[in-house]
């Protein structure tokens, strides 16, 4: 018989991102944040790779990822509204942990599935934060594809890329509830 955990099932039914926009200080200190993260690399992973790593960017580092974000945003030939959009998180951010895919070579383990934990991770990440209270919103945007941000802004290598930046506060409000998707329609039994 399994033994249910009521408040973690409550949890994930009702869990909610916070628009990071939203987030307001403080942020979490290195030991609650040491918490929160211990708590997100216990995501499955197969063949114990650990196909990922995370990057802790605080305050002081936030205004000089904005501002590669929009040098780069200008050398891309963006238009001036995606330049904003691709600074503003950083602009914004008070802190917020950039999870690093970390592609590792395996003869058992195919890139895909290191690609899948990565995500799982950013998940795990972005539901610890939220289970201890703080806000916290997954975002990416172009800056997270763009290969020369990943190298100046972070000095990723070539086996790295940035799978998002979980930003991490204090919630200001808490968001009104959005449509979710109809299980119905998403959902197949199969019974033979």
Not at 22 to 39: G, V
Not at 127 to 137: E, K, S, Y
Not at 145 to 160: C, G, K, V, Y
Request: charged content about 25%; some cysteine.
């Amino acid at each position: 018989m399994p033994t249910p955990s009521p408040e973690t099932l409550k949890f994930m039914l009702t869990r909610r991102s916070r628009p990071a926009k939203t987030l307001i200080a403080p942020s979490p200190n290195r030991a609650e944040l040491k918490q929160i993260l211990t708590a997100a690399a216990r995501t499955p992973d197969h063949g114990k790779l650990e196909p990922w790593r995370f990057m802790v960017i605080e305050k002081a580092a936030m205004l000089r990822l904005a501002e590669i974000a929009e040098k780069r945003g200008v050398a891309l030939s963006l238009d001036p509204e995606q330049i904003i959009k691709g600074r503003a998180q950083f602009d914004q951010g008070l802190l917020a942990v950039a999870v690093i895919e970390v592609q590792k070579f395996s003869v058992k383990i195919p890139a895909i599935e290191q690609t899948y934990s990565t995500g799982a991770v950013c998940l795990a990440l972005l539901n610890a934060a939220l289970a201890a209270g703080w806000g916290a919103n997954w975002l990416s945007g172009w800056p997270s594809h763009d290969r020369d941000f990943m190298i100046q802004a972070l000095n990723l290598t070539d086996n790295e890329r940035i799978a998002g930046f979980i930003h991490i506060a204090t919630e200001k409000s808490i968001p009104s509830e959005r449509p979710r998707p109809d299980l119905k329609a998403i959902t197949q039994w199969v019974e033979k």
